[in-house]
């Protein structure tokens, strides 16, 4: 797939403290371990809540893990009056490599709308952050058959006015919403037409170049048994994955989905 190295990303949402977050890590490096998986071949990612990530970040340097992690959200703002906002400063300075912006659950229950999204993703790469941006339509857009231009309309309003080459290290995340968390999962093929269509739009945006280096990731229901299909289709570079990130097994085969 042009050099793109697959990610596959835990986001573990609101669950797991900082001890559980650290017991889950060792167990999914151990796992990896043992069955010798190859970091640079594929990346591996997790997205622990806030209070997790200073004891993450210990545990993944003190011990040279190979494991990547970040955060689930991050302010539009530097530093200020902005009670109960975490800055990207502080996230970069812990050794976050990622940061998700735009989660269909941040957009639906704290009402971020695209130009919070935009704000966002500007924030991440200001600060080094690799921005994971989530699309992705709801069910009802879905049935009327709208799911392309639905998604097309927010990654470009979500990219406004970000630069080329910023956007050559974007991580994109497909997340129809009506199969996350829910067991019903996009089929293969809708994975591909979706990332396919992204792809397209950044190529129109910016260049074919730029949009040969953005990864495109799949999210919604996620597990061991569906990984591999996903995987194999052209334009997806990868999965961004809740509840089965939580199981440090079921994460690690989901991460093994080539062997
Ligand atoms: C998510 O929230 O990013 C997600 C994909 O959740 P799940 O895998 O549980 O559907």
């Known amino acids: 797939k042009a050099g793109r190295t697959p990610l596959i990303a835990g986001n573990w949402k609101m669950n797991l403290d900082h001890q559980q977050a650290t017991v889950l890590v060792q167990k999914l490096d151990w796992t990896l371990r043992d069955k010798k998986h190859d970091h640079d071949e ?40 902005y009670t109960g906002d975490i800055s990207g400063a502080f996230l970069a300075k812990l050794g976050c490599t990622y940061v998700v912006v735009g989660h269909s659950e941040r957009r ?13 993703v500007k924030a991440a790469f200001r600060h080094d952050l690799v921005p994971i941006l989530c699309v992705g339509e709801p069910l009802e857009v879905r049935q009327a058959g709208e799911q392309i231009p639905y998604i097309v309309g927010q990654l470009t309003a979500d990219l406004a006015g970000v630069p080329a080459k910023d956007v050559a290290k974007l991580v994109v995340a497909y997340e129809p919403i009506w199969a ?22 950044i ?15 799949y999210g919604g229901s996620v597990k061991s ?35």
Not at 56 to 70: A, E, S
Not at 108 to 120: P, R
Not at 226 to 240: P, Y
């Open 42 to 81: 594929t990346e591996v990612a997790v997205l622990p809540p806030y209070t997790d990530i200073r004891s993450v970040q210990t545990l993944i340097d003190g011990d040279r893990l190979k494991l990547k992690f970040g955060a689930q959200d991050l302010s539009p703002h530097d530093s200020g009056a």
């Open 225 to 259: 048994g569906n990984v591999a299909s996903i995987m194999a289709k052209d334009d997806v570079d990868g999965a961004l994955v809740g509840g089965a990130s939580l199981d440090a097994g079921e994460f690690a085969a989901i991460c093994r989905y080539k062997a």
């Open 108 to 120: 639906t229950i704290h009402g971020e709308t695209d130009e919070t999204v935009n704000a966002k």
């Open 203 to 217: 190529a129109e945006l910016y260049s074919g170049d730029v949009a040969d280096q953005v990864r495109f990731l």
């Open 180 to 201: 996350i968390g829910t067991g019903e999962v996009a089929t293969p093929d809708d994975a591909q037409e979706a990332c396919a269509a992204l792809r397209d739009t």
